[in-house]
């Protein structure tokens, strides 16, 4: 199993930016990427960034140019570096390993970023 633990979370003002943190541990040989996902009450849980193993990366539409995803393949972690926050960023970020062909492999448990207008 793959076990997934998220850091960096919390209150900032808009414009203000955050770095989230995912440490992943466990039977790694089947993760192929490291994504975040954010949701928000009454709406699915979407993509926001991913990062495969080989350093290829993808991101939201409206994240682009703000955010930026990261691995230390050392440490085993990927992080998502917020810029130039805004309130519709606010929600409750998951991160998630997936395997080939994007498999679930797991998720984290969620941590929550609140951004203030």
């Known amino acids: 199993q793959v076990q997934l633990v998220e850091s960096g979370g919390g209150l900032v003002q808009a414009g203000g930016s955050l770095r989230l943190s995912c440490t992943a541990s466990g039977k790694l040989g089947v993760v192929t990427a490291l994504g975040w996902h954010r949701q928000v009450p009454a709406k699915e849980r979407e993509l926001v960034a991913v990062?495969?193993?080989?350093?290829?990366?993808r991101y939201t539409d409206d994240v682009k140019g703000r955010f930026a995803i990261s691995q230390n393949r050392a440490r085993n972690t990927v992080y998502l570096q917020m810029n130039n926050l805004k309130p519709e960023d606010t929600g409750d970020y998951y991160c998630r390993a997936g395997g080939p062909g994007g498999a679930l492999v797991a998720w984290g448990q969620g941590i929550q970023v609140t951004v203030s207008s």
């Open positions: 990062i495969h193993t080989s350093g290829t990366t």
